[in-house]
């Protein structure tokens, strides 16, 4: 009877074993495939970050061109007619008149320089990266009152500090949207452009004088940018909040706390409510 009870403990010891065992093999490979889930949803969201990093510094080059084609076409090749003809008209004039039509060509020479050089500064990644936010916005406000098509104010609430060179980018090409948007639909004067710098908090307002729309109708067309703008801001840990009615104009407000993490290109995710 004793060796009957000391065979039931050793197989109960034994069974115990391999049920443990089991157990915990069956947690291991859980926790493995878990990992490996993991690893995919990783790399494919670094993939989707590059790609909408990659995606928003091709747009912000294409709107840049079109701007370059649209300045080339209605300023600056009329101020270049202009020049030529201006001192083609110097033969046979007095030496006191010549010398004044030759020092006019030369300020609009000297402008139509700038201009190129404005133009050309925002079409690069880079100068957003070296120059920061604000100077790159800047820039684009001195091109657009420039131009007369639209009056632009900026103004800028605390002390400017970096936001990363990626929600640098987004922040601006949001700001390009909005602009054009502006400038194609809103039948507007005046966009008012704001950025607030806290210690954690940064907001981008854009407010336009124009003739608004129904944001519920909006929603449902394609090409109004504003679904692209919200999926932008959220993806560097940023909300969108667009506000618009006809009749009064379009507010698009961007809001970023600096200290959370953002869908970097190492896989983080955002903590931004929303």
């Known amino acids: 009877m004793r060796y009957e009870n000391i065979q039931i403990l050793v197989l109960s010891t034994a069974a115990l074993f391999i049920l443990v065992t089991g157990f915990i093999i069956y947690f291991v490979i859980l926790y493995r495939n878990k990992q490996i889930r993991n690893e995919q949803e990783k790399e494919q969201?670094?993939?989707?970050?590059?790609?909408?990093m990659l995606r928003a510094q091709i747009e912000m080059q294409e709107q840049t061109l079109t701007n370059i084609s649209r300045e080339i076409h209605d300023n600056i090749s009329q101020v270049l007619s202009f020049v030529k003809l201006d001192l083609a008209l110097t033969d046979g004039m007095a030496e006191p008149e010549k010398q004044q039509k030759v020092n006019n060509s030369r300020e609009l020479l000297s402008q139509t320089i700038n201009d190129l050089r404005n133009l050309s500064?925002?079409?690069?990644?880079?100068?957003?990266?070296?120059?920061?936010?604000?100077?790159?916005?800047?820039?684009?406000v001195e091109r657009v009152n420039n131009s007369g098509l639209l009056h632009l104010s900026i103004s800028i609430e605390g002390a400017s500090y970096s936001l990363g060179a990626q929600r640098e980018l987004v922040l601006f090409r949001i700001f390009q949207e909005a602009l054009?948007?502006?400038?194609?639909?809103?039948?507007?004067?005046?966009?008012?452009?704001?950025?607030?710098?806290?210690?954690?908090?940064?907001?981008?307002?854009?407010?336009?004088?124009?003739?608004?729309?129904?944001?519920?109708?909006?929603?449902?067309?394609?090409?109004s940018g504003l679904k692209n703008m919200e999926n932008?801001?959220?993806?560097?840990?940023?909300?969108?909040t667009i506000k618009s009615s006809p009749g009064n104009g379009c507010r698009i407000k961007v809001t970023l706390n600096p200290q959370e993490e953002q869908i970097y290109a190492d896989g983080t995710y955002p903590n931004s409510p929303g």
């Open 180 to 223: 054009n948007n502006t400038l194609k639909h809103g039948s507007a004067e005046h966009l008012k452009i704001s950025l607030h710098y806290f210690d954690q908090l940064f907001n981008l307002t854009l407010e336009d004088d124009g003739a608004g729309f129904s944001t519920e109708l909006s929603e449902n067309q394609s090409g």
């Open 232 to 240: 932008r801001a959220a993806l560097i840990g940023a909300v969108a």
């Open 45 to 52: 969201l670094q993939g989707r970050y590059r790609q909408e």
């Open 121 to 140: 500064k925002s079409l690069s990644f880079e100068y957003i990266a070296v120059n920061g936010l604000v100077k790159t916005i800047e820039t684009e």
